[in-house]
């Protein structure tokens, strides 16, 4: 690796780690204590700037700013957990089927996995919104089918990788069978490319709930989310543009966070990989 | 194959679709009357043939809730999303190649790491969010963009070719930003690579120009990963219209899936859904032409 790649990589992997502690920390909090109850209305004061009493201002309901993106950081987490337990719990293992059993079963799994890779989520969760109404498990779910090709395709083909070597050779000519195999040898060596993985997947999924909850096919109110702040935000751009920039920057930090995060992981992984680039 | 999982989705599965456009509040008598008007008395499959015949015919039948036919409609939106899709396509392409190679030749040096930084952080944005931003400064603060709505290609609308494409920058730069960050990175690495192989240093060594060495050997062959990613920019982007045109009230194919959304409108949401969705298997199949046309070898390799 050479040293400025290496310093880069740290550096951004210890920013990545620093902002999804923090964000946990958000969310841990918002069970315990908030400056306000998110929820409370206060309309004779509404739309202030940022003051002692709220530090971050009040919505157009006289809410507390600060408090609603603590508890709003709940539901991004949620989704990103959700969406990414439905990936890998149906991608994995699916595309472990497909590299034990090859055949015909890999051949329509791939083609679904190649079908429903090239369906943007977002259309995907319009189709089920039209049909289930909005609403969170709606968004979730289909944030979640969206996952579910790309942990295929990444387990599938990393999963050939590792069946190809040597000690996977051995393991069969003392008998083991193919799932143990399997559970044994190959998913411990596919795991941190996974973890690598869920990480980005996690990322994609907040953005995909708030744009979707911007839309407001996602969270209903009166649940806050960052997506649905910065959809009120907008309906009051000329009299409180600053409304604006907290979500905004709550949801582009997380994200951020995460990618840093994936990107330090693969690199402490793979330093080969960190070479290249 | 992607039509038929369209029809499944949105007409098969919901059960009697008239009963969910309706509500829950129909009473039965309605609901056996739009039932008659969608002709759903009549069999899926029976059903799934004729709107096939539809899409081909451009005969889509009547819109319930706007009470036009929906292929006017369709075609109306798709005058606002196609060009709005290909001015961010455009945008995101210069932008990606112009920062990419850049890095690239900066490989390892500040420059190149001031690129990929930038990058990360473009690529943590929501694009809604820098739309509203967009329009914040643009719009609202300077004055140099409306924050809404379209004026329409002709001036008969009271608009105007160029008073059109005035409404779409804010919504493509916000659109391009997004993408052309992850481009940016791919276009990198894909060059940086291919910067690495033997035949470069031979080009080099026979004394042809770094420039030379890059537009005549490196690029044809990054341009391989590039386009992949690119094809399915290009899907993505489509589907960010839903999201942008939203923000900035442009009355393209977008704002029909969600207006149709709110009005229950299943037909008109599957017509959309399934002009998307042909559009991304169309935009892979010309990616796979191109593919050829930039690398020879993938002839002979299939032949």
């Known amino acids: ?277 | 194959m992607a039509s038929l999982v369209v029809f499944t989705v949105l007409d098969v599965l919901p059960g009697n679709i008239a009963e969910v456009m309706l509500g829950e509040s129909a009473t039965p008598e309605s609901v056996a009357m739009l039932s008659q008007r969608l002709g759903l008395d009549r069999p899926a499959p029976v059903r799934y043939l004729d709107w096939m015949r539809g899409l081909a015919s451009g005969d889509l039948g009547i819109s319930v809730a706007y009470d036009t036919p929906i292929a006017s409609l369709l075609g109306e939106r798709l005058a606002v999303t196609v060009p709005l899709a290909l001015m961010a396509m455009l945008l995101t392409t210069a932008l990606a190649f112009a920062l990419g190679l850049w890095a690239a030749s900066q490989h390892g040096r500040g420059g190149d790491t001031l690129v990929m930084a930038a990058s990360q952080v473009g690529i943590a944005i929501p694009n809604f969010w820098f739309a509203i931003l967009l329009s914040l400064v643009f719009a609202v603060k300077l004055g140099w963009f409306s924050a809404t709505g379209f004026p329409g290609w002709t001036a008969d609308d009271g608009g105007g070719p160029l008073a059109a494409l005035r409404a779409l920058v804010l919504p493509a730069v916000a659109l391009a930003v997004v993408q052309a960050s992850i481009l940016a990175r791919i276009v990198r690495s894909a060059v940086v690579d291919v910067m690495r192989e033997d035949f470069v240093r031979t080009a080099r060594a026979k004394g042809v120009s770094r420039r030379g060495v890059l537009w005549g050997h490196v690029m044809r062959n990054a341009m391989v990963p590039v386009l992949t990613v690119m094809g399915l920019q290009f899907a993505n982007l489509l589907a960010g219209t839903v999201v942008i045109e939203r923000v900035f009230a442009l009355p393209g194919l977008g704002l029909l899936a969600f207006q149709a959304i709110a009005n229950r409108d299943l037909v008109v949401v599957r017509d959309v859904v399934m002009l998307l969705a042909a559009a991304v298997v169309a935009i892979n199949f010309v990616v796979d032409v191109l593919y050829v046309v930039i690398d020879p070898r993938l002839r002979a390799r299939r032949s």
């Open chain 1, 1 to 277: 690796m050479s040293a400025t790649a290496r310093r880069r990589t740290s550096a951004s992997f210890v920013v990545g780690t620093l902002l999804v502690a923090m964000l946990l920390a958000v969310v841990a909090l918002s069970f315990v204590w908030t400056p306000y109850a998110a929820a409370e209305l206060d309309i004779p004061n509404k739309l202030q700037l940022p003051s002692q009493a709220h530090w971050l201002g009040t919505d157009s309901l006289g809410r507390d700013i600060a408090s609603l993106l603590i508890v709003g950081s709940r539901v991004s987490i949620a989704v990103g957990l959700i969406a990414v337990g439905i990936g890998i719990g149906f991608g994995v293992l699916l595309g472990l089927v497909a590299a034990v059993r090859r055949g015909w079963i890999e051949e329509v799994l791939m083609r679904f996995a190649d079908f429903t890779f090239a369906f943007p989520a977002l259309l995907s969760a319009i189709m089920l919104t039209a049909i289930y109404g909005p609403g969170l498990v709606t968004s979730i779910v289909a944030i979640g089918i969206f996952n579910v090709p790309v942990f295929i395709r990444l387990t599938r083909a990393s999963a050939l990788v590792v069946r190809s070597r040597e000690f996977v050779t051995a393991a069969r000519a003392l008998g083991k069978s193919e799932w143990q195999i399997t559970l044994e040898h190959v998913l411990p060596n596919i795991l941190p490319i996974l973890i690598v993985q869920a990480t980005i997947q996690f990322a994609l999924a907040i953005l995909a709930e708030a744009a979707l909850s911007y839309l407001g096919l996602g969270t209903q109110p009166p649940t806050p989310s960052w997506g649905r702040m910065l959809n009120d935000a907008q309906t009051q751009l000329f009299r409180a543009p600053q409304l604006a920039l907290y979500p905004g920057a709550a949801i582009a930090l997380t994200v951020l966070g995460l990618n840093l995060m994936g990107d330090g992981l693969r690199d402490f992984f793979d330093p080969r990989l960190a070479d290249r680039r």
